[in-house]
C-alpha cells in the first residue's frame, strides 16, 4: 500500500515541482535580464523563495523514509526529458516550448528549467533512492509490534491462575480455630488448663 502512496505523490510532485522550478526561474531571469541588481529588490527574494519552495516539495520523496517507488517516477520522467532535449532536440523543443502567461504578473517559460540542467539534477538526486535497501523493505516497527502482542496473547492464554483470596481466606480460618480453642466441661462451663501435670500444690 505504501508503494502506492509514494506513486501517486509522484505523480503529483513531478509536474508541481517542474512549475515551481520554472516560476522561480522566470523571476530570477527578469531581475537580471538589465544587468545585476545594485540593492534589494524583492523579486530576487521572491525568486530565491520559490526555489526553495521547489527544493521543499521534491525533498518530500527523496529525503524522507518513504517507498522509492515515487522517486524513481519522477527521476525517469526528469532525466528522460533531459535525454529527449539532448538526442533529439527539434522534438524536445516541440514538446517543451511552453508559455504560460500571466503567472502572478510574468510569463512562464516550461523549458527554462531543463534549458538550466536543474531537471536532470533533480532527477540523478531522485535516482538515489533506489539504491537504498532499507527503503524498499516494510518499516520494522511493524513487526517488532506485532511480535510483541502475539506473545503476550499467547502468555495470557497459557498462563494459570493462582486463587489468592482462597488460599488467604483457608489459612485465616485455620488459625482462628487453633488459637481460640478451649476445652468444655461436660457441664457446658469452661475449664482452665492447669499450669502443672502434676496438679495444684496441697493446701497447708
Not at 40 to 53: R, W
Not at 80 to 106: C, E, M, N, W, Y
Amino acid at each position: 500500500m505504501r508503494h502506492l502512496w509514494s506513486l501517486i505523490a509522484g505523480v503529483v510532485i513531478a509536474p508541481l515541482a517542474w512549475a515551481v522550478v520554472a516560476f522561480g526561474q522566470t523571476v530570477m531571469g527578469e531581475v537580471y535580464t538589465a544587468g545585476a541588481p545594485t540593492g534589494y529588490s524583492s523579486k530576487v527574494l521572491l525568486g530565491a523563495g520559490v526555489l526553495v519552495g521547489a527544493g521543499l516539495i521534491v525533498g518530500l520523496i527523496a529525503s524522507l523514509r518513504v517507498s522509492p517507488v515515487g522517486p524513481l517516477l519522477v527521476a525517469l520522467l526528469y532525466l528522460g526529458s533531459s535525454a529527449l532535449l539532448i538526442f533529439a532536440p527539434k522534438t524536445g523543443v516541440d514538446v517543451f516550448d511552453r508559455v504560460q502567461k500571466d503567472v502572478l504578473g510574468h510569463d512562464v517559460m516550461t523549458i527554462t528549467p531543463l534549458k538550466s540542467g536543474i531537471i536532470p539534477v533533480l532527477g540523478g538526486v531522485l535516482l538515489i533512492a533506489v539504491f537504498s535497501g532499507g527503503r524498499w523493505r516494510v518499516w520494522p516497527g511493524t513487526e517488532t509490534v506485532d511480535a510483541t502482542a502475539t506473545t503476550t496473547t499467547t502468555t495470557d492464554w497459557t498462563a494459570t491462575p493462582v486463587p489468592a483470596v482462597m488460599t488467604a481466606d483457608a489459612s485465616a480460618t485455620t488459625t482462628e480455630s487453633t488459637s481460640s480453642f478451649t476445652p468444655v466441661s461436660p457441664a457446658g462451663t469452661t475449664t482452665e488448663t492447669p499450669a502443672s501435670p502434676w496438679g495444684p500444690p496441697p493446701s497447708r
